[in-house]
């Protein structure tokens, strides 16, 4: 509390120094008699005014509630106090709670006052000088742990000199009737159950019905402390005796969030490897098959998920699973979620996956794979959540929300009883206890035990009562403080509760005793009167079994008794012996040594865990948790100086990052030009770093897919230079790769095709197939893929089916889903091309599939927009426009820009063409004007030609329509493109054959048959042949038409 004079200036000016002295002194000692009679702490005389703790030197449950009282009794007796006649002096006073440390400071005379170092007696301070004369101002948090004793207004939201964010700040207005309020707390009963007979029943009968083979799931939701756990205990035994089931339990954790799996790693690690750390990694393989033999389950495909997802390497004569990330973390949850069913093909199964809220993703969605795979199963899968938790999946008919509730009075009563054992509490004690812990079952046992244990003194004739029937005083108003009483109570395994609390709310005994410094006695000692005292629970021998904290808050009061300095030497302890002892552990759970390292600020060595954790997430092809652990690291970055070392660091994240936010976000989207051009940045930073190609390469990447393509020229002119000055082949290899595609896409057919022959000229299947993990596809494919659609617009469609032929072949070989799909998107627009729709749908339904499966999103609109395109062009529009909408959404949802001119172009004609032709002409303006900005010029002539069929349709002057081919035939002689040129020139001979200008159509259609190849597509010759009678025999000849 900080309590100031109103007006201390204005009485220096009106009173006599001597004066003064007295009228402050006698504010003063008003101030500290009020402040006794609440046990605050006068901790010092600050000029006129007075800096004033509760809380110190003795705590109190109430001490926020004592200085609001306190506040108001001072101005009060400032009412009434005249220290000269007529002088009624007024205050300002401010309340701030929070954390700070108290220590001595010598002042001028050598006295020693107690100082609080921390944010809340600056905070107190700017509150006061905010409010009117005799007003009491509080933060926010003292207003929370005042409840609603006190009626209060809001102020405002204030920014306040040496706060960094605003503060809400309320004025007490006056006291009002007193109200319970309890902190929620997290935790089970060792009690009996008591009650919940409805909510059982029920879980019981979704319980028979899904073990009589349609599989059910349930969420059981509450508030924390309300009992979950208990009632999910009481259902499992019930479950055991009735259906013999052995349940499977699964125990999310906060610390583990964003880590891949986390409990069913953890339950498999202890099912399959139960001493992992002496194992080697053969026998680890020899386990997980014996293991595996209890399941009828395919134990080549399923061996290796697994292995993969435990990190056990695989075996040198086992062939390795070519997936994409996507469909090997697909085919992982299906994996798990068979071997949960098949472990006991005897009974039903039984799945318990507490505390959901706290899961990471790939959890979330194994709960949702479990749903849509077990829905006609023997099983049933319980979870259980607090009230914030909403599921992601949909609503099924197996699947039943359970919220619960606080106990009703009897039943409260009841367990109350039973926690306080054989002492005997009266009824108003009973009724107090029950009014304060608002019938939450947490509260009331935990409550009714410190009662028992402040309360009672043991006798040889059992307990007897020490205190009055009154608990005013002895119980704590929060359930926080009553466990942190009872932890103080407990001397020696006080200390161990607190290491056992830097390890986490479940820790190995083995791990405890590893780093705990102390004596083994004190650690044994102060174990067993943990677990005596319920606050550990023990599965296993004592000093070496699994221990638990009974609840998550009892683990949290343990872990915040200790100074920030004590709890950042344990943590840097801890994660040192992990790495030490536990190599297994260290390897298996790189994020847990970065969460220790970070609370232990060893900001180098959490960097080191945080890369680590992000590379083998994504090895378990966990992309959302790799990039969460990959963000942690960057965010500890930012707080190291800037030195060439920190940037390199830095630079290994990001060039990791962009891989996963490519996979997960798509090429084009914006996370990913952050980190790409961030990368780059310090690759000019740190000089000549060896990750300076693979940062140019995904800046290439992204700009290509964004169609920045001068842009991404430069970059790609950039990476040839690099890996022309090293001589690396390797690089050289995907320098001509980049620099092929962005010549296509510019019209620069010519070097475009140069630069991917060079590739697929250096291309050595043996000895480039690497490339396809460490750039993501392989380059002989994509350049065989672009070769492709440059052989057939220059007009040489052997060598274009050559080239399709060949790239599915190699992608086919390869078994690489990414390359695959590359190359039937090509081959299929290649057919398009060529107006073969049939073989152009036997592609895209392929692609569809294929891309379906491995959720390669890009292809799959590819595929849809094949499809659409071959119903327009055979003239089922009703499906194909829908069809074109759908994928040109779907495609923009990856960031993706090019090839949209192209494709919006062909919609605009394709709604033109079914008399829809409002907006046709502003949408080709749009596309040709993207052409111009982006310089896409591949299909730059179609654009036109589309324009020219346009205005031939719309019934505009046929010398507005002959302009645009002529400008399309100009654009494709330009670019050397024949393709294009042979249609637009189709064009203009249909429009010189409506103007009654047939010698020149003539002349112009005889010049196409002697000098253009005819077989690059199928209309062309037919065509042709029509427009031909058209000009020689106009009486004979039906309308002629040419096709899109």
């Given amino acids: 509390m900080f309590c100031d004079i109103v007006d201390s200036t204005a009485l220096s000016m009106q009173y006599d120094p001597e004066d003064l002295s007295e009228i402050v002194r006698a504010f003063q000692n008003t101030c500290v008699g009020v402040v006794a009679r609440y046990q605050g702490f006068v901790a010092q005389h600050l000029g006129d005014g007075l800096l004033i703790y509760f809380g110190y030197p003795v705590a109190h449950e109430d001490d926020s509630e004592r200085a609001v009282r306190a506040s108001l009794g001072i101005i ?55 409010t009117a004369p005799n007003t009491v101002a509080i933060s926010p948090h003292t207003y929370r742990l005042l409840g609603q004793r006190f009626e209060c207004r809001v102020i405002g939201i204030h920014a306040l000199k040496g706060i960094p964010e605003p503060v809400l700040v309320r004025e007490v207005v006056r006291l009002r009737v007193r109200q319970s309020r309890f902190a929620a707390t997290h935790g089970m009963s060792t009690l009996p159950l008591v009650g919940r007979h409805e909510e059982l029943a029920l879980l019981s009968e979704r319980t ?37 089931v052995s349940p499977i339990e699964l125990q999310c954790s906060p610390y583990y969030n964003q880590s891949s799996l986390y409990p069913v790693i953890e339950w498999l690690q202890e099912e399959i490897f139960p001493s992992s750390d002496a194992v080697e990694a053969v026998e680890k393989w020899a386990l997980l098959h014996r293991f595996l033999d209890r399941t009828t389950l395919d134990q080549m495909e399923t061996a290796s998920l697994l292995a993969m997802l435990l990190s056990v390497p695989l075996p040198a004569d086992h062939p390795p699973l070519h997936l994409t990330p996507e469909r090997q973390k697909q085919l992982t949850l299906k994996c798990v979620t068979s071997l949960f069913l098949q472990l006991n093909p005897s009974a039903p199964t039984l799945l318990v996956i507490e505390d959901v809220h706290w899961a990471d993703p790939s959890t979330l969605e194994l709960c949702r794979v479990w749903m849509a795979e077990a829905g006609h199963s023997k099983s049933m899968m319980l979870l259980t959540s607090r009230p914030d938790f ?12 359970l919220d619960i509730g606080r106990l009703p009075d009897a039943q409260s009563l009841e367990l109350m009883k039973l926690a306080a054992g054989d002492a005997r509490l009266s009824d108003s004690m009973l009724q107090q206890l029950m009014k304060k812990s608002d019938n939450v079952p947490l509260y009331l046992e935990v409550l009714t035990k410190h009662i028992v244990l402040t309360s009672f003194d043991r006798t040889s004739n059992g307990l007897s009562s020490k205190t009055t029937e009154t608990v005013d005083g002895e119980i704590p108003e929060s359930l926080q403080d009553a466990l942190m009483a009872r932890l103080d109570s407990m001397n020696a395994a006080k200390s161990v509760a607190q290491v056992a609390a830097i390890l986490g709310r479940e820790f190995d005994g083995n791990m405890l005793k590893a780093v705990w410094t102390g004596t083994r006695e004190a650690l044994d000692n102060g174990l067993r009167e943990l677990c005596k005292t319920d606050f550990l629970q023990v599965r296993g021998e004592h000093a070496k079994g699994l221990y638990q904290f009974k609840h998550a808050l009892i683990r949290d009061v343990a872990y915040s008794s200790m100074l920030k300095r004590n709890c950042e030497t344990l ?43 992000g590379q083998l997430a994504l090895t378990r092809f966990a992309t959302q948790e790799s990039v969460a652990h990959l963000n942690q690291g960057l965010a500890l970055l930012a707080n190291l100086p800037p030195t060439p070392e920190r940037d390199l660091k830095e630079l290994e994240f990001r060039i990791l ?60 002119k950039q990476l040839y230079a690099i890996a022309d000055h090293i001589s690396n082949e390797d690089l050289l290899l995907e320098a001509y790769l980049t620099l092929g ?63 399709a032929e060949q790239s599915v072949s190699l992608a086919r070989q ?21 107006r073969d729709y049939a073989a152009a749908t036997l592609f895209s339904e392929e692609l569809i599939h294929h891309c379906g499966v491995q959720k390669i999103l890009i292809f799959l609109a590819h595929g849809h927009m094949m499809t659409a395109w071959s119903n327009c062009d055979n003239g089922n529009s009703t499906e194909g426009l829908p069809g074109m909408v759908s994928a040109l959404d779907m ?57 020219g069929m346009l205005r031939e349709q719309s019934g505009k002057p046929l010398a507005e329509a002959q302009a645009c081919y002529l400008q399309a035939i100009a654009v494709a002689q330009r670019l050397g493109v024949v393709a294009w040129e042979l249609r637009a020139k189709l064009n203009l001979a249909h429009c010189l054959v409506a103007q009654n200008e047939k010698d020149q159509a003539r002349e112009l259609l005889e010049s196409l048959v002697k000098n253009v190849p005819l077989n690059i597509d199928m209309q062309s010759g037919a065509q042709i042949e029509s427009l031909l009678i058209a000009c020689g025999q106009p009486e004979k000849a039906a309308r002629p038409s040419v096709s899109l």
């Fill in 76 to 130: 009060e007796a400032l009412g009434v106090l005249q220290p000269r006649p007529g002088l009624r002096l007024q205050a300002r006073i401010g309340i701030a709670t929070g954390p700070i440390v108290i220590g001595n400071m010598v002042s001028a005379g050598a006295n020693i006052e107690k100082v609080a170092v921390g944010q809340t007696p600056n905070l107190a301070a700017r509150l006061q000088s905010l």
């Fill in 208 to 244: 028979h019905h899904g073990m009589s083979g349609s599989g059910q799931t349930v969420l059981v939701r509450g508030e924390a402390g309300i009992g979950k756990s208990r009632l999910t205990r009481a259902l499992v035994e019930q479950a055991c005796a009735q259906h013999a």
């Fill in 390 to 401: 909403s599921p992601a999946w949909p609503a099924q008919s197996n699947f039943t929300v």
């Fill in 571 to 613: 943590h840097r302890h801890v994660a040192e012996v992990i790495e030490r002892e536990f190599p297994d552990i260290a390897a298996r759970q790189p994020d847990l040594l970065g969460q220790h390292y970070t609370a232990g600020k060893d900001l180098n060595q959490a960097v080191r865990c945080w890369l680590a954790a």
């Fill in 657 to 716: 990052l962009g891989h996963c936010l490519m996979t997960w976000k798509g090429y084009a989207a914006d996370d990913v030009r952050v980190t790409c051009a961030r990368a780059h940045e310090l690759c000019g930073l740190v000089g000549n770093a060896p990750q300076l190609p693979i940062a140019l390469y995904q800046l290439v990447a992204y700009n290509i897919v964004s169609a920045n393509l001068e842009t991404a020229l430069g970059l790609a």
């Fill in 741 to 803: 595609v962005i010549y296509f896409h510019l019209g620069q057919f010519a070097e475009s095709r140069r630069s991917l022959e060079k590739c697929v000229e250096m291309y050595d299947v043996e000895r480039h197939a690497a490339h396809m993990f460490q750039f993501g596809q392989d380059p002989a494919v994509i350049a065989l893929n672009f070769l492709t659609w440059n052989y057939w617009l220059m007009g040489r469609q052997e060598q274009a089916l050559q080239a």
């Fill in 814 to 834: 390869l078994n690489h889903p990414l390359s695959l799909a590359f190359a039937l998107a090509f081959a299929g627009w290649h057919r398009i091309f060529c």
């Fill in 891 to 947: 495609f923009r949802m990856t960031g993706a820009n090019h090839f949209l001119p192209y494709w919006e172009g062909h919609y605009a004609m394709m709604c033109a063409k079914n008399g829809d032709s409002a907006q046709t002409e502003a949408s080709l303006t749009r596309c040709l004007e993207k052409t111009e900005r982006t310089g896409e010029r591949w299909s730059e002539a179609e654009l036109h030609r589309y324009r």
